[in-house]
C-alpha cells in the first residue's frame, strides 16, 4: 500500500505551451500523488488556465514540448472525452451555457459514457435520479438548476456550484479547479469549498488554480506553487499561500528579474 | 431544357383543353374563382428567379418535367384505411386521408368529433355547405400576386374542408394525411379551407407520405379563417423523398382576441417552398409561426413568410431554425407590415441557421415595413457553425465528439419542437429529428410520422 502511494498520478515534465506562435508555458514541471492537494497560484497571464486547458485537451493550444503522464498514460495522446474517461475532470473557469440540453441529460449520457468506458452497463433511470439526488444533496445544489439547460442563466455561483454538482457525479481522479472562487460570493464560495472537501479521498487528488488565498482557507493545500510567466518558480507548503496573500506577486516579479 | 414560357405555355392548354373537366363538380363560386385565378396566372406565370420574391428558389427544374395531372377523382384500387395507419403511440388524432390531394372517398366515419364539425373534401363543402364555403373559399389566397397561388386556384378541384361551430372545442387533433400514390409521375393541386368560429379550438396536424418513389410535384394552398376568441394549431409536417418538389402556401386571417400557433417542420423533400401569410386583421390577436427545417444533400427548403399587422395591439412571434448539411440550400424571408393604424403592435422575428458543412448555403431576409410609430418590433438573423466552446465543454465530460455534435445540434432545432402544443406529438417529433440528425432516416420513405404500410 505504501508504494501505491508513492507512484505518481499525474507527472508532466518540460512542458511546453504556446498559442498562435507565442508561448504561454515555458517549461512546467509538476508531479501530483494521489491523495494530494495542489494550489497554483500566480498573476493573471501567468498561464494558470492554460496549464488547466491543456490537461483537459482543449485543442486551442499548441503543445511545442515535454511530456505529460497520467497514471502511467500519455495524456497528451488523448481525447478530450478519453481524457475525462481516464479520470481527468476540469472545473472551467467559466462554464459555458447551453441551451436546449437539459442538465439530466446531459450528466445521464456523460456518467453512462463513462460506465462504458470501466465496462460498465449503463444505468436505469431510476438509479441514475437516485444518484443525482445524492451528488445534490452533497454539493447543496438546488434541484431547479438541474432540472434546466446546462447552465443556461445561472449566476456566476450557480454555474460553479454546477461544476462541483458534475464533478461528484463523474467522480474523477483527478480535479483541476480553474479559478472556481472567481466570482463568489463567501456562501457559494464555502459551498463549492465543502463539495470539494467531501469529494476528496485518498485515491483523487486535486489543483486548485487561484490567485487569492481566500479559498485556499476552505481547501486546504498540501503543496502551493506559483506560476509566473510560464514556469512554476516556487513550490512550497501551505504557508505560502499566506505569505502571496500579504505581500501579493510584486516580490515574485523581482525575483524573477521583472 | 424548356423555358419558362414553355411551361406556362402548357398550363395553359391544360387549363383550356381541360376546362370541361376542371368545371365539372366543381360549385359556380368555384370555378368563377378559377376563372379569375387563370386571368391571374396568365399575367404572371411560373415565377422564376426574376421575380424578387423567388430569387432563392430555381423552379424551372421543378416546373419543367411531364407530370401526370388528375382532374378527376381517381378511384383508388386498394383501401387506404388499411394501407395506412399511423403508429405514434399514444397519439390518438381524428385522421382523414387524401390521395394525391382528393379527400379520399373511403375515409373512415369520424365519430368522436363534437357535434356540428364538419371534415369533409372541399368539392363536397361547395355542394353540401355553400353558405360557409362561399364565405371564406378564395377570399384569402391572394392570387394576383404569386402565380403558384394563382395556378393553384385556377386548377384546384378538391382538398380538405374543416369546419369548426361557433363554440366548440376539439379535444383531439384533426389529423390530414395526403397520401401521394401514383404509377407514374404526378403533380397533384390541392385546396384546403379552413373554418374556425368564435369561441371555437382545433389543432390541426398536416402531413405528407409519398407511397411511390415516382416525382411528385405537390401544389397546395390552404385558407384560414380563425374567428373571434378562437383558439387554433396547424402543424406542418413534411416529410417526402428527395424526388419531390413541396409548394405549399398558407393563409390564415385571424379576428380579434384569436390566437393562432403553426410549426411548419420540413425533414424531407427535394425542393420545398413554403408561402406562410398572416393577416391580423382585428385587434387584440397573438400569432405565433414557427418553423424548422433540416438539409443535407441537394436539398433545398425556402421560407416565405409574412405577418401583417393590420390592426393595433397585435402580437406577433415569428421564429424559423435551420441545420443545413453538405450542398443544402435555403432561404428564409421574413417580412413584417405594421399598417399606419397599427399602433401597439408587439412583433418579434427571428431566423437562426446552423451551417454543417463548406457548401451549405443560406440566404436570410428579414423585412421590416413599420408604417405605426408606437410599436415594438425586432428581428434577429444568424447564421453560424457549431460552437466550438460548446463542444468542448461537452467533451471535457467524457462525451465523444459525434455524440456531442448530436446533442448540440439536437438542443438547436428543440426550442422549435418545444412549442408545439401536442404533447405526444412533440414527443415523437424529438424522436425524429434526433434521428434525422444522426442521419438514420437519410432514405426517407415513410412519413413524418412514421406509419406501417
Same mark, same amino acid.
Given at each position: 500500500?505504501?508504494? @501505491?502511494?508513492?507512484?505518481?498520478?499525474?507527472?508532466?515534465?518540460?512542458?511546453?505551451? /504556446?498559442?498562435?506562435?507565442?508561448?504561454?508555458?515555458?517549461?512546467?514541471?509538476?508531479?501530483?500523488?494521489?491523495?494530494?492537494?495542489?494550489?497554483?497560484?500566480?498573476?493573471?497571464?501567468?498561464?494558470?488556465?492554460?496549464?488547466? /486547458?491543456?490537461?483537459?485537451?482543449?485543442?486551442?493550444?499548441?503543445?511545442?514540448?515535454?511530456?505529460?503522464?497520467?497514471?502511467?498514460?500519455?495524456?497528451?495522446?488523448?481525447?478530450?472525452?478519453?481524457?475525462? @474517461?481516464?479520470?481527468?475532470?476540469?472545473?472551467?473557469?467559466?462554464?459555458?451555457?447551453?441551451?436546449?440540453?437539459?442538465?439530466?441529460?446531459?450528466?445521464?449520457?456523460?456518467?453512462?459514457?463513462?460506465?462504458?468506458?470501466?465496462?460498465?452497463?449503463?444505468?436505469?433511470?431510476?438509479?441514475?435520479?437516485?444518484?443525482?439526488?445524492?451528488?445534490?444533496?452533497?454539493?447543496?445544489?438546488?434541484?431547479?438548476?438541474?432540472?434546466? /439547460?446546462?447552465?443556461?442563466?445561472?449566476?456566476?455561483?450557480?454555474?460553479?456550484?454546477?461544476?462541483?454538482?458534475?464533478?461528484?457525479?463523474?467522480?474523477? @481522479?483527478?480535479?483541476?479547479?480553474?479559478?472556481?472562487?472567481?466570482?463568489?460570493?463567501?456562501?457559494?464560495?464555502?459551498?463549492?469549498?465543502?463539495?470539494?472537501?467531501?469529494? @476528496?479521498?485518498?485515491?483523487?487528488?486535486?489543483?486548485?488554480?487561484?490567485?487569492?488565498?481566500?479559498?485556499?482557507?476552505?481547501?486546504?493545500?498540501?503543496?502551493?506553487?506559483?506560476?509566473?510567466?510560464?514556469?512554476?518558480?516556487?513550490?512550497?507548503?501551505?504557508?505560502?499561500?499566506?505569505?502571496?496573500?500579504?505581500?501579493?506577486?510584486?516580490?515574485?516579479?523581482?525575483?524573477?528579474?521583472? | 431544357?424548356?423555358?419558362?414560357?414553355?411551361?406556362?405555355?402548357?398550363?395553359?392548354?391544360?387549363?383550356?383543353?381541360?376546362?370541361?373537366?376542371?368545371?365539372?363538380?366543381?360549385?359556380?363560386?368555384?370555378?368563377?374563382?378559377?376563372?379569375?385565378?387563370?386571368?391571374?396566372?396568365?399575367?404572371?406565370?411560373?415565377?422564376? +428567379?426574376? &421575380?424578387?420574391?423567388?430569387?432563392?428558389?430555381?423552379?424551372?427544374?421543378?416546373?419543367?418535367?411531364?407530370?401526370?395531372? &388528375?382532374?378527376?377523382?381517381?378511384?383508388?384500387?386498394?383501401?387506404?384505411?388499411?394501407?395506412?395507419?399511423?403508429?405514434?403511440?399514444?397519439?390518438?388524432?381524428?385522421?382523414?386521408?387524401?390521395?394525391?390531394?382528393?379527400?379520399?372517398?373511403?375515409?373512415?366515419?369520424?365519430?368522436?368529433?363534437?357535434?356540428?364539425?364538419?371534415?369533409?373534401?372541399?368539392?363536397?363543402?361547395?355542394?353540401?355547405?355553400?353558405?360557409?364555403?362561399?364565405?371564406?373559399?378564395?377570399?384569402?389566397?391572394?392570387?394576383?400576386?404569386?402565380?403558384?397561388?394563382?395556378?393553384?386556384?385556377?386548377?384546384?378541384?378538391?382538398?380538405?374542408? #374543416?369546419?369548426?361551430?361557433?363554440?366548440?372545442?376539439?379535444?383531439?387533433?384533426?389529423?390530414?394525411?395526403?397520401?401521394? +400514390?401514383?404509377?407514374?409521375?404526378?403533380?397533384?393541386?390541392?385546396?384546403?379551407? #379552413?373554418?374556425?368560429?368564435?369561441?371555437?379550438?382545433?389543432?390541426?396536424?398536416?402531413?405528407?407520405?409519398?407511397?411511390?418513389?415516382?416525382?411528385?410535384?405537390?401544389?397546395?394552398?390552404?385558407?384560414?379563417?380563425?374567428?373571434?376568441?378562437?383558439?387554433?394549431?396547424?402543424?406542418?409536417?413534411?416529410?417526402?423523398?428527395?424526388?419531390?418538389?413541396?409548394?405549399?402556401?398558407?393563409?390564415?386571417?385571424?379576428?380579434?382576441?384569436?390566437?393562432?400557433?403553426?410549426?411548419?417542420?420540413?425533414?424531407?423533400?427535394?425542393? #420545398?417552398?413554403?408561402?406562410?401569410?398572416?393577416?391580423?386583421?382585428?385587434?387584440?390577436?397573438?400569432?405565433?409561426?414557427?418553423?424548422?427545417?433540416?438539409?443535407?444533400?441537394?436539398?433545398?427548403?425556402?421560407?416565405?413568410?409574412?405577418?401583417?399587422?393590420?390592426?393595433?395591439?397585435?402580437?406577433?412571434?415569428?421564429?424559423?431554425?435551420?441545420?443545413?448539411?453538405?450542398?443544402?440550400?435555403?432561404?428564409?424571408?421574413? +417580412? =413584417?407590415?405594421?399598417?399606419?393604424?397599427?399602433?401597439?403592435?408587439?412583433?418579434?422575428?427571428?431566423?437562426?441557421?446552423?451551417?454543417?458543412?463548406?457548401?451549405?448555403?443560406?440566404?436570410?431576409?428579414?423585412?421590416?415595413?413599420?408604417?405605426?410609430?408606437?410599436?415594438?418590433?425586432?428581428?434577429?438573423?444568424?447564421?453560424?457553425?457549431?460552437?466550438?466552446?460548446?463542444?468542448?465543454?461537452?467533451?471535457?465530460?467524457?462525451?465523444?465528439?459525434?455524440?456531442?455534435?448530436?446533442?448540440?445540434?439536437?438542443?438547436?432545432?428543440?426550442? #422549435?419542437?418545444?412549442? =408545439?402544443?401536442?404533447?405526444?406529438?412533440?414527443?415523437?417529433?424529438?424522436?425524429?429529428?434526433?434521428? +434525422?440528425?444522426?442521419?438514420?432516416?437519410?432514405?426517407?420513405?415513410?412519413?413524418? =410520422?412514421?406509419?406501417?404500410?
Amino acid at each position: 500500500m505504501g508504494k @501505491k502511494l508513492n507512484i505518481e498520478m499525474l507527472s508532466i515534465k518540460n512542458l511546453h505551451v /504556446s498559442i498562435e506562435g507565442k508561448d504561454i508555458l515555458k517549461g512546467i514541471n509538476l508531479d501530483v500523488k494521489p491523495g494530494e492537494v495542489h494550489a497554483i497560484m500566480g498573476p493573471n497571464g501567468a498561464g494558470k488556465s492554460t496549464l488547466a /486547458s491543456v490537461l483537459a485537451g482543449r485543442d486551442l493550444f499548441n503543445v511545442t514540448e515535454g511530456e505529460v503522464n497520467f497514471q502511467g498514460k500519455d495524456l497528451l495522446d488523448m481525447e478530450p472525452e478519453d481524457r475525462a @474517461k481516464e479520470g481527468i475532470f476540469l472545473g472551467f473557469q467559466y462554464p459555458i451555457e447551453i441551451p436546449g440540453v437539459s442538465t439530466v441529460n446531459f450528466m445521464k449520457t456523460a456518467v453512462n459514457e463513462h460506465r462504458k468506458y470501466k465496462g460498465l452497463d449503463p444505468l436505469s433511470a431510476s438509479d441514475f435520479l437516485k444518484l443525482m439526488r445524492e451528488k445534490k444533496s452533497l454539493v447543496e445544489i438546488d434541484s431547479k438548476l438541474t432540472n434546466r /439547460s446546462v447552465n443556461e442563466g445561472f449566476s456566476g455561483g450557480e454555474k460553479k456550484k454546477n461544476e462541483i454538482f458534475q464533478m461528484a457525479m463523474l467522480e474523477p @481522479k483527478l480535479a483541476v479547479l480553474d479559478e472556481t472562487d472567481s466570482g463568489l460570493d463567501i456562501d457559494a464560495l464555502r459551498v463549492v469549498a465543502n463539495g470539494v472537501n467531501k469529494l @476528496k479521498t485518498r485515491d483523487n487528488a486535486t489543483i486548485v488554480i487561484t490567485h487569492y488565498q481566500r479559498l485556499l482557507d476552505y481547501i486546504v493545500p498540501d503543496v502551493v506553487h506559483v506560476l509566473y510567466d510560464g514556469r512554476i518558480v516556487k513550490t512550497a507548503g501551505k504557508e505560502l499561500a499566506l505569505e502571496l496573500e500579504e505581500k501579493g506577486y510584486d516580490w515574485i516579479k523581482e525575483e524573477n528579474g521583472k | 431544357m424548356a423555358d419558362i414560357n414553355t411551361i406556362n405555355k402548357d398550363f395553359a392548354d391544360l387549363f383550356n383543353q381541360g376546362n370541361e373537366l376542371l368545371l365539372e363538380g366543381s360549385s359556380d363560386v368555384m370555378n368563377e374563382t378559377r376563372k379569375n385565378a387563370f386571368q391571374d396566372f396568365s399575367k404572371l406565370g411560373v415565377p422564376t +428567379r426574376a &421575380n424578387e420574391n423567388y430569387k432563392y428558389t430555381n423552379l424551372i427544374p421543378a416546373f419543367d418535367h411531364p407530370y401526370n395531372v &388528375n382532374l378527376r377523382y381517381q378511384q383508388v384500387d386498394v383501401d387506404l384505411n388499411e394501407i395506412f395507419q399511423c403508429d405514434v403511440p399514444e397519439l390518438d388524432t381524428n385522421m382523414v386521408l387524401l390521395t394525391n390531394g382528393w379527400y379520399y372517398g373511403n375515409n373512415k366515419e369520424l365519430t368522436e368529433l363534437p357535434k356540428g364539425v364538419i371534415i369533409c373534401g372541399v368539392q363536397e363543402a361547395a355542394e353540401k355547405y355553400p353558405e360557409i364555403f362561399n364565405a371564406h373559399y378564395g377570399k384569402y389566397a391572394k392570387t394576383d400576386e404569386d402565380g403558384v397561388v394563382a395556378l393553384n386556384t385556377a386548377l384546384a378541384k378538391d382538398g380538405f374542408f #374543416i369546419y369548426v361551430p361557433k363554440g366548440v372545442v376539439i379535444e383531439k387533433p384533426i389529423q390530414v394525411v395526403n397520401l401521394l +400514390r401514383s404509377d407514374r409521375d404526378l403533380m397533384a393541386t390541392q385546396r384546403n379551407l #379552413i373554418v374556425v368560429e368564435e369561441n371555437a379550438q382545433a389543432k390541426i396536424i398536416v402531413c405528407d407520405h409519398t407511397l411511390t418513389h415516382h416525382k411528385y410535384l405537390t401544389n397546395s394552398v390552404t385558407e384560414v379563417n380563425v374567428a373571434r376568441n378562437a383558439i387554433f394549431d396547424l402543424y406542418t409536417l413534411q416529410n417526402q423523398h428527395l424526388n419531390s418538389v413541396i409548394l405549399n402556401s398558407t393563409f390564415i386571417r385571424q379576428e380579434s382576441n384569436s390566437n393562432v400557433l403553426s410549426n411548419t417542420i420540413s425533414l424531407y423533400g427535394g425542393t #420545398i417552398r413554403n408561402n406562410h401569410h398572416v393577416i391580423l386583421d382585428e385587434e387584440h390577436c397573438e400569432n405565433n409561426t414557427f418553423g424548422m427545417y433540416l438539409m443535407d444533400r441537394d436539398q433545398h427548403v425556402d421560407n416565405f413568410t409574412s405577418i401583417d399587422h393590420a390592426k393595433p395591439n397585435c402580437l406577433s412571434n415569428e421564429h424559423f431554425k435551420g441545420v443545413m448539411d453538405d450542398q443544402a440550400s435555403g432561404a428564409f424571408a421574413g +417580412r =413584417i407590415f405594421v399598417r399606419r393604424d397599427a399602433q401597439q403592435t408587439q412583433a418579434f422575428q427571428s431566423n437562426n441557421n446552423l451551417l454543417l458543412s463548406n457548401d451549405a448555403v443560406i440566404n436570410t431576409k428579414p423585412q421590416l415595413v413599420i408604417d405605426a410609430d408606437d410599436v415594438k418590433c425586432s428581428h434577429g438573423a444568424t447564421v453560424g457553425q457549431m460552437d466550438e466552446d460548446a463542444l468542448f465543454y461537452l467533451r471535457a465530460r467524457g462525451i465523444d465528439e459525434k455524440e456531442a455534435r448530436q446533442m448540440l445540434m439536437f438542443a438547436f432545432a428543440h426550442e #422549435i419542437i418545444e412549442k =408545439i402544443r401536442v404533447e405526444p406529438l412533440k414527443e415523437r417529433i424529438d424522436e425524429l429529428v434526433d434521428k +434525422r440528425l444522426r442521419g438514420e432516416i437519410s432514405k426517407c420513405n415513410t412519413c413524418a =410520422i412514421a406509419c406501417n404500410h
